[in-house]
C-alpha cells in the first residue's frame, strides 16, 4: 500500500470535513425557520408563504395509490436521504418543492446561483463528490416529457436506479426498501404538466402540513399492512417532520400551551414508531387512534394560526428583505 497516498487520501478527507463542518455550522446558526436556512434573505419570505403548486395525477389503480402515497411521503423526509443531509434537514422537496424545482434554493458549500445545487458535491457524498464545484440547476420533476433527464417508463427501471443512486451514492443515505423505491419512483411518475392546477402556487399553512401528516400516516398504514417496518418507520418520520414544520412557526410563548399539545401528539408518534420497530402488532391500531385523536391539539392551533408564522404579515416582519 502507497502509504504517501494514504496520507493524502486522509489529509483530504479530513480538509472536507472540516469545510463541510464549518459550511454546516453557517447554516445551524440562523434563522428561525429551517427552511430559510437554504433561501437568500431577500427570498425568504416569498419562499416561506408559498408552495408552487402540486402536479400530481391520482392514480385510479389502488395499489399503485398506495405506492404513491409511500413515496410522496418518502420525498417529504431528511430521513430518507441520511448522512449530512438528513442532519442539515434537507429532504428530495426542500429542491423539488412539492416535486417541482425551487428557484430559490441557496445552500453553502451546494449552490451556485439560486436554484441550483451540485449534486456531486462532496458536502453530502463520499461515493461521488468530485472535489469540483459544478451546481445545476434543480429541475422541474413535473417538467414537459421533452425536458426530463431520467426516463419514466417502468420497464427499464431507469427511474428506480436514478434515484436509488442519489439516495445511495449523492447523499450517503441508507439504501431504501423496495417499497419505498417502488413509491418514490410511482410519485415521480405521476407528476406531470397536465396535472398542474391552474392556480402556479399555493399558500403554506396550517392545512398544509396537518395534510401531509394525515398522508404520511396513512401512508404508515399501508407500509404495515405490506409487513414492511422499515418503509413505516420513514412514513412516521415523514409525519413528525410535518409536525416540527408547524413546531417552528408556533414558537412563540403565547402559543406555548397549543404548541404543547403538538408537542405531546409527536411524542406519541415517537412511541408508535418505537413499537412498530419492535413488530408490536398495535402500531396499526395505535396509528388510527392518533389519527382520530388530531382534532384536539389542531384545532387550538387552528384557533391561533394568525398569531403564528403562517399567518403573512408576521412571516413578513419576522424576514425583511
Ligand atoms: C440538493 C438539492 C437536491 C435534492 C435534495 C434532490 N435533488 Fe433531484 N436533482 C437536483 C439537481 C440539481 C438535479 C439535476 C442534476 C443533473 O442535471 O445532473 C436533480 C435531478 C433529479 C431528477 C432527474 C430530472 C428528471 O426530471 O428527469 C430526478 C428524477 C430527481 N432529481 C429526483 C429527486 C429525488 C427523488 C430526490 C430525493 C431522493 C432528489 N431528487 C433530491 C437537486 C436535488
Known amino acids: 500500500m502507497d502509504r504517501g497516498g494514504q496520507a493524502r487520501r486522509f489529509l483530504t478527507g479530513a480538509l472536507l470535513a472540516a469545510a463541510c463542518a464549518s459550511a454546516l455550522a453557517a447554516v445551524a446558526t440562523q434563522a428561525p425557520l429551517r427552511a430559510a436556512r437554504w433561501l437568500p434573505s431577500e427570498r425568504q ?3 416561506l408563504a408559498q408552495l408552487p403548486s402540486e402536479c400530481l395525477t391520482p392514480a385510479e389503480d389502488p395499489r399503485i395509490a398506495r405506492r404513491i402515497a409511500i413515496g410522496r411521503a418518502a420525498f417529504r423526509t431528511p430521513l430518507l436521504l441520511g448522512g449530512q443531509a438528513a442532519r442539515a434537514g434537507l429532504s428530495c422537496d426542500s429542491c423539488h418543492r412539492n416535486g417541482r424545482g425551487n428557484p430559490d434554493f441557496s445552500f453553502p458549500g451546494l449552490s451556485g446561483a439560486p436554484g441550483t445545487a451540485d449534486v456531486t458535491s462532496s458536502l453530502m457524498s463520499s461515493h461521488r463528490g468530485d472535489g469540483v464545484d459544478n451546481p445545476t440547476a434543480i429541475p422541474d420533476l413535473a417538467g ?10 417502468r420497464n427499464t427501471h431507469a427511474l428506480e436506479n436514478f434515484v436509488r443512486g442519489l439516495i ?7 439504501p431504501p426498501s423496495a417499497l419505498t423505491l417502488d413509491g418514490i419512483a410511482e410519485y415521480v411518475r405521476a407528476l406531470s404538466p397536465q396535472a398542474c392546477p391552474a392556480t402556479q402556487a399555493q399558500p403554506i399553512g396550517l392545512a398544509t402540513y396537518l395534510s401531509d401528516a394525515r398522508a404520511a400516516l396513512q401512508a404508515a398504514q399501508y407500509a404495515l ?7 413505516a418507520r420513514l412514513m412516521l418520520s ?6 416540527g414544520m408547524i413546531d417552528e412557526r408556533y414558537a412563540v410563548p403565547s402559543l406555548s400551551r397549543e404548541r404543547q399539545g ?3 401528539a409527536d411524542l406519541e408518534l415517537a412511541a408508535i414508531q418505537s413499537a ?9 391500531s395505535r396509528i388510527a387512534a392518533w389519527l382520530a385523536r388530531m382534532p384536539r391539539w ?3 392551533l387552528r384557533a391561533r394560526e394568525s398569531d403564528s408564522l403562517f399567518d403573512q404579515d408576521r412571516l413578513a416582519a419576522a424576514f425583511p428583505d
Open 45 to 47: 419570505a416569498r419562499g
Open 144 to 153: 414537459p416529457a421533452s425536458q426530463l433527464k431520467v426516463s419514466r417508463e
Open 168 to 174: 445511495v451514492e449523492e447523499f450517503d443515505g441508507p
Open 225 to 231: 399492512d405490506a409487513r414492511d417496518p422499515a418503509t
Open 238 to 243: 415523514s409525519a413528525r417532520t410535518a409536525l
Open 262 to 264: 403538538l408537542r405531546d
Open 276 to 284: 412498530a420497530d419492535a413488530g408490536d402488532p398495535n402500531a396499526a
Open 298 to 300: 389542531s384545532e387550538p
